[in-house]
């Protein structure tokens, strides 16, 4: 089974956050994405992030950073060695 090792660039993510009015809570964050059309695995991302409020869209990659991409990227590779391991037995 192939896993897909989709890592979002903060470009691809601020495109979906770029007209939004700041503060924003997670949850106007997570709808504006919503009604940009983003793709799932950027919601997902977002719905990662603390509830709290946000100041700007750097406010919410730094966020992204310290938890959406880093467990989102170990879970990939977790998945990747799991097969991997399950084919050499």
Known sequence: MAYHFAIQSPASITRYLADMDFPASKQEVLWSAQLQDAQDDI?????RIPNQQYTNVTDVLD??????????????????????????E
């Open 43 to 47: 919601l997902n991302l977002l719905r």
């Open 63 to 88: 966020h992204l950073g310290k938890t959406g991409i880093k467990r989102l990227a170990s879970s990939y590779m977790d998945k990747w060695l799991g097969s991997r391991t399950r084919r050499a």
